[in-house]
């Protein structure tokens, strides 16, 4: 692992998913870090040691390397850009209204990052951005006065899972360096050469991983270009891949024929592969539908037909309008319907509810006049500024408590203990044995001979008879 005399000044620009991960793991790797953020009271929550969001192994990292000072935070951008040698740029870029990704804070921080530039700098874009935001960021820099020779502009895309991005920036499948000059390139690769050189492993008490000393992470240098292309490109596909799955389900639905044994027998295949195979509601989150439609607006502004990333966008609007017409048909009509929700963050394993498929289908829900009682292991304080609750929306403490005398339980989220329920203990709890499982966590056959009416994604549903489906609260 890098010692402190070898390790890197760097300063992290924004402290959201992207800028706090990095800014913790570029500490566990030996360097020094500077992560700013304008927002005073974050900045002041993170010096105090809170940690803003929900994410595995983060608050230990943060905790291990804020008391050594190893990282610290500040609103000072101008001190840390004159302190640092390289700046990596992570703060937002939502969707506009046009579809194409909203650069503004990027041409922000670009243009106060070049009122403090005395000496060379290594500028990184670290957020996700569209093919040829370098050489905008290079041009704001230099209508401030900034001399060519006193920076380069990099791209250094993240490839980070929610839940799991820890882990995803210290064991990565691959490193890309998107970088235009030799010094530039040498520079990205001394940062990233605990991890490249597998020095980072040999740590006690390193997060464990996939990698190794003996397999550490490769290295992808590339034009900035490319680098900026690899990143939403690789986006792109894996939401397609989930579009894809998600209509195999429909299909398989039609015939009785089980989704996930299709999936497998897809995903052996080495050229295909198992994962983003998993069929449910659809994708959500800050990065697939903004990305998605980012890459798409760039392709038709180059003249480029792309119009298979529109079909994937339309597939997953409709998989949340088809999960809600099973929860309906199940139930006849919603209206006065008490029903038991499981999950609230687009995923499992973090609090984030942004573009949520779980909070789209809810809604229909309400709509339509049913009561929701929900429950999240972390995304309820999120979830409750966007569904402010009231008597049709409802927050529950536990699992069984959003049961609790329901006619019917969802699964929307794909936490790990929502696979591990009491299911005697529910099936008791429950109005009625109904559980409409969006995320696939249970077997049906198991759930048939445990009494309940189950229904998932793409899977034959076993029937139990009418006269037991109907009967409250089972002896």
């Known amino acids: 692992m890098s010692e402190m005399n070898d390790s890197i000044l760097i300063t992290v620009v924004g402290s959201g998913y992207v800028g706090l991960v990095a800014s913790a793991c570029f500490a566990e790797i030996g360097h020094r870090v500077l992560c700013v953020d304008n927002d005073e009271a974050k900045v002041e929550m993170l010096n105090a040691g809170r940690v803003p969001i929900h994410e595995e192994f983060l608050p230990e990292l943060l905790e291990r390397h804020g008391g050594t000072g190893r990282i610290q935070f500040t609103t000072d951008l101008s001190q840390a850009t004159q302190a640092s040698q390289a700046i990596f740029i992570a703060v937002g870029t939502p969707q ?72 995803d920036f210290l064991h990565p499948d691959r490193i890309v360096l998107g970088a235009d000059s030799e010094g530039a390139a040498a520079l990205l690769a001394s940062i990233y050469a605990p991890l490249t050189t597998g020095s980072y492993y040999e740590n006690p008490n390193a997060i464990p991983g996939s990698r190794s000393v003996a397999d550490p992470p490769p290295i992808l240098q590339t034009s900035t270009k490319a680098a900026e292309i690899i990143k939403h490109a690789s986006n792109a596909f894996l939401a397609m891949k989930i579009s894809f799955i998600n209509v195999i389900a429909n299909l398989c639905e039609s015939v009785d024929a089980d989704v996930q044994h299709v999936a497998r027998g897809m995903g052996l295949d080495q050229r295909i592969g198992g994962r983003f195979l998993s069929a449910g509601i659809g994708y959500g989150g800050s990065c697939f539908p903004k990305d998605v439609a980012a890459f798409r607006y760039v392709a038709q502004q180059l003249g480029i037909d792309f119009n298979l990333l529109s079909e994937v966008e339309k597939i997953n609007e409709r998989q949340k309008q088809q999960f809600f017409q099973k929860v309906r048909s199940a139930l006849w009509t919603l209206r006065s319907k008490r029903l038991g929700v499981l999950g609230l963050a687009f995923k499992g394993g973090t609090d984030d509810i942004r573009e949520s498929p779980a909070l789209e289908i809810i809604r229909m829900l309400l709509e339509a006049g049913a009561t929701v009682k929900a429950f999240d292991p972390a995304a309820m304080e999120r979830a409750k500024k966007e569904l402010e609750p009231g008597p049709a929306m409802q927050y529950a403490d536990g699992p069984y408590s959003a049961a609790d005398n329901a006619d019917a339980l969802l699964i929307l989220t794909d936490w790990a203990d929502f696979g591990r329920l009491d299911l005697e203990k529910l099936r008791y709890t429950l109005r009625y044995p109904i559980i409409i499982d969006g995320r696939n966590l249970y077997d049906p056959r198991q759930m048939q001979e445990l009494g309940f009416t189950y229904l998932s994604v793409g899977r034959p549903s076993p029937h139990i008879s009418v006269e037991a489906a109907s009967t409250k609260r089972w002896p």
């Open 96 to 167: 506009s209204e046009t579809g194409n990704a909203d650069l503004s804070y990027v041409d922000a921080v670009a243009c106060e990052i070049a009122r403090s530039i005395r000496s060379y700098k290594v500028i990184v874009e670290k957020s996700t951005v569209p093919v040829y935001t370098n050489d905008w960021i290079r041009r704001a820099i230099e209508r401030n006065g900034v001399s060519r020779s006193l920076f380069d502009v990099t791209s250094n895309p993240e490839f980070l899972r929610e839940g799991t991005a820890v882990r």
